[in-house]
């Protein structure tokens, strides 16, 4: 979900964390918005929902 750099960032150390912290000013809210709109927006999670049920159905139909 998150993506380095864009809009947060990735760490796996409380050290690593406290230097991105001070980082955060890099991340553009505006890019940040559009990256979620993009990938979470209602339209979008219908359609990804619409897709899979659609697989499941024709994947019922093929195996029985």
């Given at each position: ?5 864009v ?6 150390t409380?050290?690593?964390?406290s230097e991105?912290v001070?980082?955060i000013h ?23 929902y619409l897709?899979?049920?659609?697989k ?8 029985g």
């Amino acid at each position: 979900v998150v993506k380095h750099g864009v809009n947060g960032f990735q760490c796996t150390t409380i050290e690593e964390m406290s230097e991105f912290v001070k980082s955060i000013h890099k991340i553009d809210r505006k890019a940040v918005r559009k990256d979620a709109e993009e990938r979470f927006s209602s339209d979008v999670i219908i359609e990804n929902y619409l897709t899979l049920y659609h697989k499941l159905i024709n994947n019922k139909r093929i195996n029985g």
